[in-house]
């Protein structure tokens, strides 16, 4: 199994900025893509940001130029460093990531616990 850990989460002012690590473990092969999502109060989880194991980076064009995602391949660890933070950013934070056991085809995904991030005055 692999299991996500994530932490950075918390209260911080609009403007303000925050770090976002997950951290993977466990019987770890084979990562692709790893990437964060969010879920505010009574709205689908969306998509936030996502990284390939070959350096391609997306974004949600809600947070393009203020939030950059990066990745530690050594550590299996993903990061999201949200800059210039907005209420409407205010929402719980999930991890995840595309893994492949070895001997494999296909990857599974994976979901941390998530992480509460608020943006408020």
């Known amino acids: 199994q692999v299991q996500l850990v994530e932490s950075g989460g918390g209260l911080v002012q609009p403007g303000g900025s925050l770090r976002l690590s997950c951290a993977a473990s466990g019987s770890i092969f084979s990562i692709n893509e790893m990437g964060w999502y969010r879920q505010a109060p009574g709205k689908q989880r969306e998509l936030v940001a996502t990284?390939?194991?070959?350096?391609?980076?997306t974004y949600a064009d809600s947070v393009k130029g203020r939030f950059t995602i990066s990745r530690d391949n050594a550590k299996n660890t993903v990061y999201l460093q949200m800059n210039s933070l907005k209420p409407e950013d205010t929402a719980v934070y999930y991890c995840?990531?595309?893994?492949?056991?070895?001997?494999?085809?296909?990857?599974?995904?994976?979901w941390g616990q998530g992480t509460q991030v608020t943006v408020s005055s």
């Open positions: 990284a390939t194991s070959g350096g391609t980076k």
């Open positions: 995840n990531l595309d893994h492949r056991y070895s001997g494999a085809y296909s990857y599974t995904r994976y």
